[in-house]
């Protein structure tokens, strides 16, 4: 057995020990420790991307018993491709925000905050790998946890209302899953997924034990839709990303929703297959809260003054792109869905960083009236700003736009109806999502002559800057090479179910 | 200024222009705007004015008008508090709150009798032809767990054998619950030592320490050993006869509890402070990954762990389960009194 197939379980156990350390370091120790970890976390699943490319997918043993006795995890290019990416988020996230984490939080609580970073990493990490519905459901809780303290660490009283709503909105979710993984194993007697699988193939042909099995599909996609943000279940999406410190922000948009539409993914393919869960129309219904939220998403941003709170309701908006890629039931779609999951968390936690420097030249408010000319006050900040509006509109050259590319690809090969639905939510959702974004950026390039004088001896902090350059980087390389990783998904989505 | 219209202010394409500008004015600033210009009105009237009688009746005029202004100003502001303060109950708001609770019952009782429905249709609980009770997966557990782990309870050779991966992340979710809950609710002095009067108030409130009931300590002074040594002794026979880590450290946090509340927090500091409790879930938790990481590794490498399995039902057998229910039950005790601390006096 070569070494590399052993990285997934180094990788994950790692970052465990790591959160379990950070718990008692001091702050600076601390994020030099997280921060090394999450570098070297992407480095193992880059090696394991390629191995999985290259000798293609295998399953790992946990423990000296084989599946489904004991624990199992699989591991193949789609999974290696998205563990890659949010190795790398999370690095550049944590990497942009860090001068602020410190001003945020309390001193002597700052090595919590890695230590919940760490654990989120290997929650998500879990979440990808894991082939093991109890398993899955066993990080669902670590991430859920770690996603509450990341919101209120920041100890204000918006957090802690955010928090609470979160926790709240979270726990029904989480308890929905749980109903469903119960009477899943109650009908099928397993919870390892290929398991699962084959029993529920055979209920499918002999029609035995129907209604229950519809209705665990949708428990569980309604619980992993709460926890994901979906249209109607997002109220407690924009405090939570609009006042907690800004690497939260960035990682709870773009990683801890996407960990839960990767495993809405498994549970599709992998746990029901996807031909029965055509059959129970689940993807229409998906489709359709998908099309209101891409569109309800963003008039209700158009309406906001926040900058904070603007991105967060685009937010709901994307996440609704996602469930309509899903919902298109064309594999095209969900290859979009995916490819979208990566761009959305690209041009997302740019964006929530880059505000953040808008801000700090702003006086530190957050309202567009206050924010005029920040562009000029805090150039790369004001660039990387744009960069990530206008990937979010759908530019060319960005990630947004491929996203948007491979959506409206999908669309046509859907299903007549489907297809003029989907073709003219994305048109009117993407003029909406221009009224709004271009008008923060014209917003930040209006010259406001007094404040950028009081500006003049401010200095970006270092590593945000790196941080930011890195993310132009990322946004413009899906944007541009997205033929790579639609290859690779595609790949990926091929041995997944 | 040179404003062709004197609803210019208002007109769509001044508002979207202001929206595109990100200045659009709540509503209150509007007030405020249309106030300065009734001031400017004032003035000009002012000026128009030249003889002394007209000056005079002029000033009349524009006294009255200001205290009709004035008056009209104060109603307003008067109904505005009124409307906030009855905007609960008036009727829009009353009707909404109305449907909104008879569509929540609606939503609810249908979702109770779907779920009802599935439930009768589920296998029948506890009979033996259920899948869940017939399949490879329980058959082997029971027929062969005993001799494949060395435990002679098949809960724990499962828990912490067969599926040790989950109680791995089961025992971090613990530990990170304990976390979040001290970054909440622990009482942090200042960069210089100094608390705000504050969060002084709030630790004063905390600190107050339980009464020294006799009765309490009396019979804590019995009872505490034997609950801690019978917790010890359900961890250490965890893989023999029911219980484990979970449990047993439940017990041995329960007692932990009751010794605080009886001799209170000076007696307790002794020998249980925040570093004790960080260091036992640190080497808990890190023994935990450490050894499982191992097992992990050689079972999926198809070695052999090296580590002796030994006769079922002795206390030293089973190979890592004994080790590993005695960190779980660490860790599990460490938890609860940490939640008992943290939320009596905001700190351990």
């Keep these: ?497 | 200024m040179s404003k062709i219209r004197e609803d210019y202010e208002n007109t769509r394409w001044r508002r979207f222009e202001r929206f595109v500008n990100g200045e659009e004015m709540p509503e209150e600033k509007r007030l405020e705007l249309t106030q300065a210009k009734e001031g400017d009105k004032e003035e000009q009237l002012a000026e128009i004015t030249t003889t002394q009688s007209l000056r005079r009746k002029r000033k009349e005029e524009r006294e009255s008008f200001r205290r009709y202004w004035r008056e009209q100003q104060e109603k307003e502001i008067k109904e505005a508090l009124k409307q906030r303060a009855d905007w609960p109950n008036t009727g829009g708001v009353r009707v909404f709150r109305c449907v909104y609770r008879f569509v929540a019952l609606l939503i609810c009782a249908a979702i109770i009798i779907v779920l009802l429905e599935t439930v009768a249709e589920l296998p029948r609980f506890g009979s033996a032809g259920t899948p869940a009770n017939s399949n490879e997966v329980a058959e082997r557990y029971i027929e062969r767990g005993q001799e494949e782990t060395g435990a002679v309870n098949i809960v724990t050779g499962m828990i912490l054998d067969y599926r040790a991966f989950d109680t791995l992340g089961e025992s971090h979710v613990l530990f990170i619950a304990a976390c979040t809950v001290l970054i909440l609710l622990r009482i942090d002095h200042g960069k210089d030592g100094k608390t705000t009067s504050a969060q002084l108030a709030e630790e004063d409130d905390r600190k107050f320490e339980p009464k020294n009931d006799r009765i309490l300590q009396k019979v804590a002074f019995f009872l505490v050993p034997c609950i801690i040594l019978f917790g010890i002794y359900v961890i250490l026979n965890g893989h023999i006869s029911p219980g484990g880590g979970f449990s047993g450290g439940a017990i041995i946090g329960a007692g932990l509890i009751l010794y605080l509340n009886a001799f209170g927090f000076k007696k307790t500091e002794r020998f249980f402070t925040y570093k004790t409790f960080s260091t036992i879930s640190l080497c808990a938790l890190l023994f935990y990954s450490v050894a499982k990481c191992y097992s992990f590794f050689c079972g999926a490498n198809h070695l052999s762990s090296g580590i002796p399995l030994g006769t079922a039902g002795d206390i030293i057998s089973s190979g890592l389960i004994l080790p590993l229910n005695i960190c779980v039950g660490c860790v599990v005790a460490c938890t609860m009194y940490a939640f008992y601390a943290i939320f009596r006096k905001g700190g351990i």
């Design chain 1, 1 to 497: 057995m070569n070494i590399i197939q052993n990285f997934p379980l180094f990788n994950i156990v790692m970052c465990l020990m790591g959160g379990v350390i950070c718990s008692v370091l001091k702050a600076k120790p601390a994020k030099c420790l997280s921060m090394g970890l999450i570098a070297l976390a992407g480095v193992m699943n880059g090696c394991v991307l390629w191995y999985a490319a290259k000798y293609g997918q295998y399953t790992y043993m946990m423990g000296h018993f084989p599946a489904p006795w004991g624990n199992e995890i699989r591991v193949g290019v789609l999974e290696a491709v998205l563990a890659l990416f949010f190795c790398i988020i999370m690095f550049l996230s944590v990497l942009g925000g860090e001068h602020y984490i410190t001003i945020d939080i309390e001193e002597s609580k700052t090595n919590l905050y890695f230590t919940m970073v760490n654990l989120m990493l290997t929650s998500l990490l879990a979440l990808i790998y894991t082939n093991d519905l109890f398993t899955a459901y066993v990080f669902v809780e670590i991430n859920t946890i770690a996603a509450g303290a990341l919101i209120m660490i920041r100890s204000n009283g918006h957090t802690l209302v955010a928090a609470t709503k979160y926790m709240i909105m979270s726990l029904v979710g989480s308890g929905l899953l749980l109903i469903g993984i119960t009477m899943l194993y109650d009908v099928s007697g397993h919870l390892l997924m290929v398991n699962i699988h084959e029993q529920i193939s055979v209920y499918a042909r002999t029609g035995e034990y129907a209604f229950p099995l519809t209705v665990t599909i949708g428990l569980m996609s309604v619980g992993l839709a709460i926890k994901s943000a979906l249209f109607p279940f997002h109220s407690w999406l924009p405090d939570a990303y609009g006042y907690s410190t800004p690497s939260s922000a960035a990682i709870l948009s773009s990683l801890v929703s996407k960990g839960y539409i990767f495993l809405l993914f498994k549970i599709f393919y992998r746990v029901f297959g996807f031909d029965f869960v055509l059959d129970h129309k689940v993807t229409n219904i998906l489709f359709v809260f998908g099309v209101v939220g891409m569109i309800a998403g963003s008039v209700m941003a158009i309406y906001q003054h926040d900058v904070r709170r603007l991105i967060a309701f685009s937010s709901v908006a994307q996440i609704g792109y996602i469930y309509m890629g899903i919902g298109l039931a064309v594999p095209m779609g969900t290859v979009a869905a995916v490819f979208h999951i990566m761009s959305h968390a690209a041009s997302k936690s740019m964006l929530f960083i880059a505000a953040k420097g808008l801000s700090d030249v702003s006086g530190d408010s957050k309202d567009f009236s206050d924010l005029k000319g920040a562009g000029f006050r805090n150039k790369l900040a004001g660039i990387a700003f744009s960069v990530g509006a206008f990937s979010m509109v759908g530019i060319p050259l960005l990630a947004g736009f491929t996203s948007k590319v491979y959506f409206a690809e999908a669309a046509l090969l859907a299903s007549n109806r489907k297809m003029a639905v989907a073709m003219v939510a994305l048109a009117i959702s993407t003029i909406l999502n221009a009224v709004y974004f271009i008008r923060a950026v014209i917003t930040i390039y209006t010259p406001n002559p007094k404040r950028e004088l009081a500006a003049k001896d401010y200095r970006l902090p270092r590593t945000m800057a790196v941080a930011l350059v890195l993310f132009i980087i990322l946004n413009v390389f899906l944007g541009t090479w997205s033929n790579l990783i639609e290859d690779a998904i595609e790949m990926g989505l091929k041995t997944f179910s």
